[in-house]
C-alpha cells in the first residue's frame, strides 16, 4: 500500500513540477512580448517625431 502512495505522490510531483515550468514559460512569453508591444510604440513614437520635424522644417519625408 506504501508502494502505491509512494507512486501517486511521485506522479503528483511530477505533475506539479510540470506545470510551475510552463508557468515560468508562460510568464517568459508574456515578459517577450510586452517587449514587442513597447518597441512597436517607440517605432511608431520615432515616425511621428521625424514626420512633425519634417512639417517644422518645412520638408515633408
Sequence with gaps: M???FG???R???RRIDSLARERDS???ILV???LHSV???VESVR???EQIEG???GTRN
Excluded: K
Design 2 to 4: 506504501s508502494r502505491a
Design 7 to 9: 507512486g501517486s505522490a
Design 11 to 13: 506522479s503528483t510531483n
Design 26 to 28: 508562460i510568464g517568459r
Design 32 to 34: 517577450q512580448a510586452e
Design 39 to 41: 518597441r512597436e510604440e
Design 47 to 49: 515616425q511621428s517625431l
Design 55 to 57: 512639417l517644422l522644417c
